[in-house]
Every structure is written in C-alpha cells, then in structure tokens.
C-alpha cells in the first residue's frame, strides 16, 4: 500500500520560510517522479516543482529562485523548501508520486499540508 504524507505547512508571515516534507512509503521511491503541486483558494491544482528520479529539477516560473526541491533516497523522503513566501503561495500543498512503465500510469498523491501567508 502506497503512502505519501506531507508535513510541515503552517501559517507564516510575508518573507518568511518553511520547509515541506514528504514520506513516501510503499512505492520504489527511486524510481519515481516527484512532484509538488499546490491548489489555492478557487484555483485549478498547479505543478510547482517536480525532481526526476535522476535528480533532473524544474519549478513553476512563480517560485523560481524562492523554492528549491530535493530528495532524500535514504529516507525516501521529498522536500520543498520555501523562501521569502508571499500571500499568493498561500495554498493547500500537495505530494504527488508518478511514473510509467509497461503502458501502465503509476500515480499516488498524498493528503495535502495548508500553507497560510499572511500579515
């Protein structure tokens, strides 16, 4: 049974930072695709940051320069950290776990983390 749990959303100032974990248990971590993606308020789901199983990364135009995506195979674990945050990253943030392979889509999401950026 494939998980992905995020942690570490919360609610923050304008110019602060926080750092997004998730856990991926079940699934090849290596082998995967993984990808942040977040849904504000009224908005469609958008891809923020995704890193490729080797290690290729490419982030939303919004948040280049401001977040950075990283992994740890050790502890199949996937970051996003995040810098100098605005109100409009203000969103629900969400794990998603993708790959292909014989003609099949593999795609797990987890459960989300709240990120609120307020004055």
């Known amino acids: 049974q494939v998980q992905l749990v995020e942690s570490g959303g919360g609610a923050v100032q304008p110019g602060e930072s926080l750092r997004l974990s998730c856990v991926a248990s079940?699934?090849?971590?290596?082998?995967?695709?993984m990808n942040w993606y977040r849904q504000g308020p009224g908005e469609d789901r958008l891809l923020v940051a995704h890193?490729?199983?080797?290690?290729?990364?490419d982030y939303e135009d919004s948040v280049k320069g401001r977040f950075t995506i990283s992994k740890d195979h050790a502890k199949n674990t996937v970051y996003l950290q995040m810098n100098n945050l605005t109100p409009e990253d203000t969103a629900v943030y969400y794990c998603?776990?993708?790959?292909?392979?014989?003609?099949?889509?593999?795609?797990?999401w987890g459960q989300g983390t709240q990120v609120t950026v307020s004055a």
């Open positions: 890193i490729t199983p080797d290690g290729t990364l």
């Open positions: 998603n776990a993708l790959r292909y392979g014989y003609g099949l889509q593999y795609d797990y």
């Open positions: 079940g699934l090849t971590f290596s082998e995967y695709v």
